[in-house]
């Protein structure tokens, strides 16, 4: 046994190597990521915190309105985003918010098409599934480090961290949507003459987009998950709050941060989660 | 003139095509091939013509291949041998060999398709499914959605375009499917079991409506159905299936007359002859009839008989030495208005139905004349023959009862 342990595979130093390569041949192409990225997100953050906190507050209400119409919701959304603003986490939640809305953002404009191409070449989706499924499952913190180095600190990294966590729902969803299109509505689309393109955007999309919305969803939830997370690389937002609570030992601000937290993802998940259907009451 | 034409057309699924028809060549049966590691066939060598404004039926039961040799029609389904060629203007398109621009021009000009269990897009509303084909076609939103409630008035349903597909009952859904096919103004229509999922009766007023639109729309359909009765009610001509060959094609009478195996006949065994039968094929001769001095008789009981000159015209009938009044039936006649205890003559092209309310109503068998001459009578006998699947063994049957 002793030659096993003595003979250590150098799967660490592998990986390391390769990241040295990355940061050494490909620095400038990830620097051009990394400050275009924190740019854009700076540059929406600063928007937002330019109006006065009653102008998102009123169109956080509008939108919750116009996709369920019920007052309840409104009230709710008011009432929890009011007591943010007294807790006085207000600009951590805008920065926060920002940050899911970019990372879902992205994770949907790569994910939806790579889940359709999955759908249409079944192959490509069996040689997908196992890199989904480690994506998802190798602990966040992980590939972190890599991120970090290759991004430098700041927002980016936690941005990139929350993507490869968050952009295996969009891709699986929109595949299992594409694919359960009823064959014979492929069929009519095709019988009247559909074109490949007409097929996708007249047929396949519009009988998937349950399932793809609820792709959008999860994938909204699991960035949110991910905050505390990338706050440890130095992303701003209520995740920052919730570390300096840890290292400090300071209860009520942990507290306080965490609520602002769950009240930011109760209100997403309800605005989000189904809108427009009619059996959610 | 042919609106399709197939020539020894094979359909195989999957991708061993080659080895498939090499084996389907040596003669091999369709499980054979797929025990011997083959693909499925679809369809084997069929040959059909379906001329312009005519409705074709293809019969079977489910996996004989009518499906798939519809589908072949509109390339829905692989070609893998043979010919199949669709009318487009003056000139015959090969489907099997076309390019897909071509094969598109088909599909969304020539050729429209209505489907077993609708096919309706449930985030449309009704107007937008009908005009689904014309978006295809690249149509403008304002044209198409005018021209998609033309279509919506002509089968009934312009009330409900606003609806969603699943809001209507599944009779609306399949004229919402009919007024999809209709608005493609294409001469061909593919119709696969478009009937088979509604109830009863729901499906005989469709196939009604059907009947009436294509009096006026003169159509080429092709149509599916494992019914030989609705088969019979809306076919012109009628091509039989089994296992993924064509065994019989012929009008519907002929079908029902001569039925060329066992297979069609438990198919025939089983419907109603009501609609289908002609009473030239039901009939009695009258060299038949039983002569009494220079009399024939049609009923020995009550010593009915009639007597004709030497033209073979019908001139005098009586009932037990009483003379019998006589009635010219023609097509259309109201037949509940016929005098009672009257013989009424008719045309040999007379429904077997029109012959049995005739019966029914003057309680005598029906003479049946042609160029004035009587050629025979349908009585009871010939009825009950019909009606127990009996007419295509009449020789059999009428010597054993004879």
Partial sequence: MNWITEHKIPLGSWMEAFVDWLTFNAAGFFDAISVSLEWVILSVVEIFQWFPPYVPMIMAAALAWALHRRISLVIFVVLALLLILNLGYWQEMLETFVLVLTATTLSVVMGVPIGILAAHKPKLYTFMRPILDMMQTIPTFVYLIPTLVLFGLGVVPGLISTIIFAIAAPIRLTYLGISKVPEELIEAGKAFGA??????????????????????????????????????????????????????????????????IVLVAIILDRIFKNPGSKEES | MSAISIRNLDVVFGDKVEASLKLLDQGKTRQEIIDLGGNVVGVHNASIDV??????????????????????VNGLNPISRGELLVRDGEQMVDIGSCDETTLRHMRTRRISMVFQNFALMPWLTVLDNVAFGLEMQGMGKQERRAKAMEKLEMVGLHEWSDKYAHELSGG??????????????????????????????????????????????????????????????IGTNIAIMESAKIIQHGRPEDIVLNPVNHYVEQFVAHTNPLNVLKGRSLMTNTAQLERLEDMLVLNRNDNTCISTNTDGQVISASRQGKPLALHHWQEGQNISQLPEDTLVMATPDISMRQAIEIRYRTGHPVLLNEKDSLIGILSDKDFYHALLGKHFTTTEAGMAGG
Avoid: W, Y
């Avoid at chain 1, 209520?238 to 209860?251: D, E, H, Q, S, W």
């Avoid at chain 2, 409705?55 to 004989?64: T, W």
């Avoid at chain 2, 294409?186 to 009947?211: G, N, T, V, Y």
């Fill in chain 1, 195 to 260: 074109t490949p393109s007409k097929l996708l955007f007249k047929v396949e999309l519009p009988a998937a987009m349950p399932s793809i919305m609820a792709g959008i969803t999860q994938c909204i939830m699991l960035s949110l998950s991910m905050v505390v997370i990338a706050a440890l690389v130095g992303a701003d937002g209520l995740g920052k709050p919730v570390i300096r609570a840890l290292n400090t030992v300071n209860i009520s601000q942990g507290f306080e941060a965490g609520l602002a």
């Fill in chain 2, 51 to 72: 001329a312009e404004g005519e409705i074709c039926v293809l019969m079977g039961l489910s996996g004989s291949g009518k499906s798939s040799l519809l589908r072949a």
């Fill in chain 2, 172 to 233: 609306m859904q399949q004229r919402v499917g009919l007024a999809r096919a209709f608005a493609m103004d294409s001469d061909i229509l593919l119709m696969d079991e478009p009937f088979s999922a509604l109830d009863p009766l729901i499906r005989s007023q469709l196939q009604d409506e059907l009947i009436e639109l294509q009096q006026r729309l003169n159509k080429t359909i092709l149509f599916v159905s494992h019914d030989l009765d609705e088969a019979l009610k």
